[in-house]
């Protein structure tokens, strides 16, 4: 055996990014809310593990007119790579961001009102005029001018000449569930006495805004002029989604792939893993995977999680491991050394879904394709 040296070989363990997906995804979300209705997609949090910037640049091409990112930072990443539609920071700013945010044109959501004065003083020194969208917390309870403040906050803004009130918006706390239907629209009457306030005291923002996936597909008076969905982007719906809806059809951007790294028959009665959870009933045929926790293939999937190869669903067995995980392909005929495994996505017939994850792990589509590391490659098609 010859060694060469290659900087591209790695490990095959790799996440794809299907950017036609995400596309169609959006194209989906504007036939339920109607063209005229704007789009900020959230693409916060990387993506939603899906990398950011290529999704936004693919989204920017389909014509999405604003970007929702949690910090500054991400925002300006954006900026970096050539973004330049509108992007609102979701979470507002942090102390020593207010210039990088003007210069970046970066708009931030505000809640604070030593928030909004320190954005002015910032914004009369570079001698411009700074867009904020305020935050109304109508019941998440999270961030937000609080409802009953909303005249009192409104007053003191009016005395700030460097800041322009572009936006309002608040956020809905469970607008999947039609059993708090009644909060909802508590929520949504309570953010539309909050605008009507602004708009008496002589404010004129030129977008209102609400709804967040669940919201944009379940309460059509929640979409005013502009919706904000980052889950149902990234095809996500059954735990994002009201189930009194029809479901959309949303295709799933992102799959997860190993390849098998180890094949060996073991003995009936043998344990596997780590604390010995698993101990096999018959002879099998274990294969171990590239893939662990660490890479974001979740713990709590140990002995239930499901994975694809060779067209059968093969069982996880024993522990999940930081970087290696067992399953049991006793059952596909045929399965050899390095054949492909999908944990996440389509393969052949058959297709593992992050919601499908998520329930076995107790959690939703939106930590689980989060949690993927940066350790796994995303691999773009489509681009
Ligand atoms: C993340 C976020 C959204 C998008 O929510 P989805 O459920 O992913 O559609 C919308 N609005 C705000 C304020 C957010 O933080």
């Not at 001698?127 to 003191?156: E, N, P």
């Not at 800041?163 to 909802?184: E, K, N, Y």
């Not at 919706?227 to 719906?237: D, H, K």
């Not at 698993?278 to 926790?293: D, H, Q, V, W």
Request: with cysteine; glycine share 8%; charged share 25%.
């Amino acid at each position: 055996m010859t060694i060469t040296e290659d900087n591209n070989a790695r490990r095959p363990t790799w996440a794809e990014i299907d950017l036609d997906a995400l596309a169609e995804n959006l194209r989906v979300i504007r036939e339920r809310v109607g063209r005229e209705v704007k789009v900020m997609a959230a693409v916060k949090a990387d993506a939603y593990g899906h990398g950011a910037v290529p999704c936004a640049r693919r989204l920017e091409a389909e014509g999405v007119e604003w970007f929702g990112v949690a910090l500054p930072e991400e925002g300006i990443e954006l900026r970096r790579v050539g973004i330049t539609k509108p992007i609102l920071c979701l979470g507002g700013f942090w102390e020593g961001q207010q210039k990088a945010c003007l210069q970046q044109n970066l708009t931030p959501v505000v809640y604070r009102l030593d928030m909004i004065e320190s954005l002015d003083r910032f914004a009369r020194d570079a001698g411009v005029i700074a867009d904020v969208h305020v935050k109304i917390d109508t019941g998440m309870g999270r961030l937000g001018v609080r409802a009953d403040d909303v005249s009192q906050f409104c007053a003191a803004l009016q005395g700030l000449r460097h800041i322009r009130v572009d936006g309002l918006m608040t956020h809905l706390a469970a607008a999947d569930d039609p059993a708090q239907d009644d909060f909802t629209k508590g929520q949504l009457a309570r953010f539309e006495l909050a605008v009507e306030i602004f708009r008496e005291r002589g404010f004129a923002p030129s977008h209102v805004h609400a709804a967040n996936s669940a919201a944009a597909f379940a309460y059509p008076t929640a979409r005013g002029e502009m919706v904000r969905p980052g889950a149902t982007l990234y095809g996500f719906s059954r735990d994002v989604l009201s189930p009194n809806i029809t479901p959309p059809r949303l295709r799933p951007v992102m799959s997860l792939h190993s390849r098998i790294m180890l094949l060996k028959t073991v003995g009936k009665r043998e344990k596997l893993g780590y604390g010995c959870s698993f101990e096999t009933s018959r002879e099998s045929l274990i294969a171990t995977i590239p893939i662990g926790y660490d890479d974001g293939y979740r713990r709590a999937l140990s002995n239930r999680g499901r994975v694809i190869v060779g067209g059968k669903l093969a069982p996880v067995v024993g522990r999940i491991s930081m970087d290696l995980t067992l399953i049991d392909v006793t059952d596909v005929p045929g399965v050899s050394l390095r054949d492909q495994v999908t944990l996440l996505g389509r393969h052949g017939a058959l297709t593992i879904t992050a919601a499908e994850v998520a329930e076995l792990a107790g959690t939703i589509s939106y930590e689980i394709t989060c949690a993927i590391s940066s350790r796994v490659p995303r691999i773009y098609a489509n681009v």
